[in-house]
């Protein structure tokens, strides 16, 4: 009901083309495929696990890791996530012309000077953590006449990522800065205190004592709001790691119901399929991440074959040499799509339902395979750099276990000329 048109276009494309969006040309052959049953599978099932006290902020941040805002964000507002978060007001913007505006959109990054007018304009709610953030939002209300409390805010607190948020308080006594921006929201203020929030450092160490040491900052953090008079409508913390092990959520439900506020988990990854890798391994944590399936694939095809002789060496600088004839197949995908160079002569792809090794160096735009070996490689055929073809299988941890990184990575990383069109 609320789809774009781009969606529409996505949707009327034939399997056999690929579409450019802005000109609807046919463009080169590599595009992203996007299962809209296995995203909604995988928002269901995260749902039940938040359980029916708690609602769900789905992360579409980074071009919905990678899979296409405009593809996934409708999807997942439509299937019922309260809240979507982003981390940019560009992002913001292009998620409020996809989504029914009942959604709401968190800018989990915090304002930046000169972006007051732009989070009102879009209704899009802001997470703050310095003065200079409520300076900006109070400057952006007055100047629209805001009523009292009518411009909400998430507060984060930092309760050890020491990336953003207001520091927790240590001890009881140690809070001034928190006291400080406590204080701001207060009845004439424009602003509202709607959520408080934090994120945690390591909710895939199933046996680490972070979660305890961070879970004990935040509770005193809220004993101060609660010092301070102010109530909160959601309070949220837990992506991906944290719903799937489950063990936390007990005592987070019990803290969010201790201050009246509504419990929120903020997926991101388990959503697109994907799972953190639990240590230690074989815990539930694992059982529940096998559930998830990959939401993505990523296709190419062969443009073009060569047979080169023995001796011969193949892309820049020889790192291939032919140790006998060898047939290549060029492909239209190389590292400005997102597939890595590190990848280089040490990766395969699936081509006929076989696994072909990358041959020399992938190029910014190109790459090539040696297929000797898989009868018949042809112009045409499709090759699939990450997803399944035939009884095989290329998931994000190979890439990221060849390349030294995580899937977040991988995904993210496909390029942003890579179509993405959704196939159900
Ligand atoms: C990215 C992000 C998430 C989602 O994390 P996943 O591990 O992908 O589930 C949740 N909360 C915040 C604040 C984030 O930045």
């Known amino acids: 009901m609320f789809a774009d048109s781009k969606i529409e276009v996505v949707q009327k494309v034939s399997s056999e083309f690929i579409y450019d969006e ?73 998620v409020r012309s996809y989504c029914p505006p009942s959604t709401r959109v968190l800018v989990l990054s915090g304002p930046w000077q000169g972006e007051g007018d732009a989070l009102l304009e879009h209704d899009l709610t802001p997470v703050v953590w310095e003065p200079f953030h409520l300076d900006e939002l109070e400057a952006a209300a007055a100047k629209r006449g805001l009523e009292p409390q009518s411009l909400a805010v998430h507060l984060e607190i930092d309760t050890g990522m020491a990336r ?65 008079g102010l109530t909160f409508q959601w309070l949220h913390a837990g992506a991906s790691a944290t719903l799937l092990a489950g063990k936390d959520l007990p005592p987070m439900r019990e803290m969010a119901k201790k201050h009246g506020a509504r419990l929120m988990f903020r997926p991101g990854l388990a959503l697109y399929g994907d799972a953190p890798r639990f240590a230690p391994q074989g815990t539930p944590a694992d059982e529940s991440a096998a559930i998830l399936k990959p939401v993505l694939a990523w296709k190419t095809r062969v443009i073009s074959t060569r047979v080169i002789p023995q001796g011969e060496t193949v892309s820049y600088n020889a790192t291939f040499r032919a140790e006998r004839a060898t047939k290549l197949a060029l492909l239209d995908a190389g590292y400005a799509d997102g597939l890595d160079r590190r990848l280089s002569n040490r990766f395969a792809l699936l081509v006929r339902g076989e696994f072909a090794p990358i041959a020399g160096r992938v190029c910014m735009d190109q790459c090539m395979l040696d297929v000797t070996d898989i009868p018949g490689v042809a112009s045409g055929d499709e090759v699939v750099i990450l997803g399944e073809q035939g009884t095989h299988t290329i998931d994000a941890y190979m890439h990221a276990d060849c390349t030294g990184t995580i899937p977040w990575e991988v995904l993210t990383d496909i390029g942003h000329r890579v179509h993405r069109r959704l196939v159900d």
């Open 164 to 228: 953003q948020g207001v520091p927790a308080p240590f001890d009881r006594d140690d809070s001034c800065e928190l006291r400080n921006l406590l204080a701001r929201f207060h009845p004439g203020s424009p602003l509202r205190l709607e959520g408080v929030m934090t994120h945690f450092s390591a909710a895939d160490e199933l046996d680490s004592a972070s979660f305890q040491r961070q879970f004990s900052r935040l509770a005193h953090s809220l004993e101060c709001v609660a010092a301070g």
């Open 22 to 94: 802005a000109s609807n040309m046919c463009t080169r052959p590599t595009w992203v495929e996007i299962s809209r049953s296995r995203l909604l599978d995988n928002y269901r099932y995260l749902r039940e696990l938040a359980g029916d006290s708690a609602d769900m902020l789905a992360v579409v941040k980074a071009n919905a890791y990678g899979h296409g805002l405009a593809q996934c964000a409708p999807i997942l507002a439509n299937a019922g996530a309260a809240w979507l978060g982003i981390t940019s007001v560009e992002e913001g913007v292009e």
